[in-house]
């Protein structure tokens, strides 16, 4: 391993949720003119828009937003990552309605989803914050901690990256590709924009909990905020709307490479939450981050992959393996094939993202049932 690449990773993980890959490829996307408009709006039902993040495949992400307009008021699910983000996405949902904003529903504790909840308390005197019980006790603990490891390591990662670019070099220490390019710029964009107030930037916490689910009936429109089950977090959330059959996941689906934290994401329980999700039936699927996807195809083959680890895992420990012995006899080829192909971007983020953390998290899962 190079120096770069033991900076990479060391700085990467701290980046915790401001690392994964969105959508789009280097051709089809240009940058927008501003960075914080990064977005499109796409209807999905009456009243139902998503709002998709069009950042490049990178280490730093922001979250999709979807707007539900009821008859006298508006839910939103999701903030960003900076309040500048935000600022933006309120002024897209103004375009279409002037109702107010009357909750605004967390699918999880991470800061790329929940920075920007102080904009939408500063426009809407009474807006309620909805989230899991367990994102509300962990945002002042340990998710302060995880904000400043973030402040604190973000600038190194970013000069790091911008010195590799004028050498032409990537994070792993060789010739640096187009599409690596593209990516680090995206990165540079985001982290830039969340620096920019990282000082300011204020936890708004949840004025309404949740543990299983809450029922709002707005009209004739029913919306279904569910905990399904544990999986990228202990505190995920799903908003659904049963009548326009749409799920909108957060980073319990994360395209085109999960997301896994090692300890907060549950591997060993993850494939069971997406068997619920997908027992939903819906139709349209809003992900944390990446498209809406109009098929259940993906969640089958996120469930596959957590099955997977979490076999191998088990049966590794159950071998009397360590964890790098584990490491060594798992095999997850045909996942990082299906997964990430042959894009550079996406197979470093699936060693990062996938192979070291979820293999980890299995495997602490795997030996305390031994
Ligand atoms: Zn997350």
């Known amino acids: 391993m190079t120096g770069n690449r033991a900076i990479f990773l060391a700085l990467a993980f701290g980046l915790i949720e401001f690392a994964a890959f969105s959508v789009h490829s280097a051709a089809q996307v240009q940058p927008a003119e501003s960075p914080a408009r990064n977005f499109d709006v796409q209807k999905l039902a009456e009243g139902v828009y998503a709002v998709i993040r069009k950042d490049l495949p990178g280490l730093m992400v922001d979250a999709n937003n979807v707007f539900i307009i009821n008859d006298d008021d508006v839910i939103v699910v999701d903030a960003n990552g900076a309040p500048a983000i935000t600022t933006e996405v309120l002024a897209a949902l103004r375009k279409l ?106 936890t708004v916490l949840p004025t309404i909990t949740v543990e299983d689910r809450l029922t709002l009936h707005r009209g004739n429109r029913v919306i279904e905020i569910l905990h399904l089950g544990k999986g990228h977090t202990a505190a995920d959330l799903v908003v659904h709307l049963p009548r326009e059959k749409i799920a909108v996941t957060g980073d319990l689906v994360v395209w085109p490479v999960p997301l896994v934290g090692n300890p907060q994401s549950h591997v060993g329980a993850w494939a069971a939450t997406l068997e619920k999700l997908r027992a939903l039936q819906p139709g349209l699927i809003v992900p944390g981050h990446g498209p809406v996807m109009r098929d259940d195809s993906y969640l089958r083959q996120l469930a596959e992959l957590f099955t997977s680890i979490k076999q191998q895992t088990a049966a590794a420990a159950a071998r009397g393996e360590t964890l790098e012995q584990a490491r060594k006899s798992i095999n997850l080829d045909e996942f990082r094939e299906r997964f990430a192909g042959e894009s550079s971007v996406r197979r470093v983020s699936f060693g990062m993202y996938v192979a070291g953390p979820a293999v980890a998290a299995a495997y602490a899962e795997a030996s305390a049932k031994q």
Do not use: C, W
Not at 111 to 123: F, K, P, W
Not at 147 to 166: H, S, V
Not at 174 to 186: H, K, N, Q, V
């Open 97 to 202: 309605t002037s109702k107010p904003v009357r909750y605004v529903i967390n699918t999880h504790y991470h800061d790329d989803h929940i920075r920007g909840n102080q904009v939408y308390r500063d426009a809407f005197p009474g807006v309620e914050f909805i989230a899991h019980a367990f994102a509300r006790d962990y945002l002042p603990n340990q998710g302060a901690i995880n904000r400043k490891g973030f402040l604190e390591g973000a600038p190194q990662f970013r000069d790091t990256i911008k010195e590799l670019m004028g050498k032409n070099k990537n994070l792993g220490g060789g010739d640096l590709t187009p599409e690596e390019r593209a990516s680090y710029e995206s990165d540079i964009r985001l982290i830039d924009l969340v620096l920019g107030e990282g000082a300011q930037a204020q």
